[in-house]
């Protein structure tokens, strides 16, 4: 649990320096993919942390080694917890952006953007700013699994 944890807090940390570093100086669309597949990378760990406390507190027998199985168990385990189910959304959502056929805009400026077609033709912008309100929620959602892991040191 805490191992994983800790891997979720080292990829927010990648991801901050792609976000204030990389992406600033290169403005690239390689640079969002990056930063989405770090943001994913991030989530991951974190919902992986999730299930290593929910098998701890025996809520689950087994963690599943598939994210869609892993996803579903969290939201079987967690079923009141309106938040974890926005953050699985929002998961899974940046899972499919980062699969999904894009193009480019305006590389190499200021308001460089991705431009990915997910679910049945849905078209996703992906600009700095998108990536800042990724990258923001992402923080919040290490923040929340920090909440519920550190509640079971409470209870002792």
């Known amino acids: 649990m805490k191992e994983s944890f800790e891997e979720a807090i080292q990829e927010l940390k990648r991801v901050e320096h792609l976000f204030w570093v990389s ?11 990056h930063v989405i597949e770090r943001l994913i990378n991030c989530i991951g760990f ?6 290593e406390y929910a098998k701890e507190k025996k809520l689950v027998a087994a963690i ?10 969290l939201k079987k385990t967690f079923p009141d917890n309106a938040e974890l189910l926005d953050y ?4 899974i959502r940046l899972r499919k952006l980062s699969k999904a056929e ?10 460089v953007t991705m431009i990915a077609t997910i679910d049945k033709g ?3 912008e992906v600009s700095i700013d998108t990536l800042k309100e990724y990258y923001e929620s992402t923080k919040n959602f290490v923040y929340f699994v920090k909440k519920i892991i550190n509640e ?3 209870e002792h």
Do not use: W
């Open 102 to 111: 894009y193009a480019k805009r305006e590389e190499f400026r200021r308001h």
């Open 46 to 51: 974190g919902l992986q942390s999730l299930l």
């Open 88 to 91: 699985i959304n929002f998961y």
């Open 152 to 154: 079971e040191k409470e």
């Open 23 to 33: 992406l600033k100086y290169t403005r690239t669309v390689d640079v969002i993919k």
């Open 64 to 73: 599943p080694s598939n994210i869609g199985l892993r996803c579903d168990l």
């Open 122 to 124: 849905e078209v996703v």
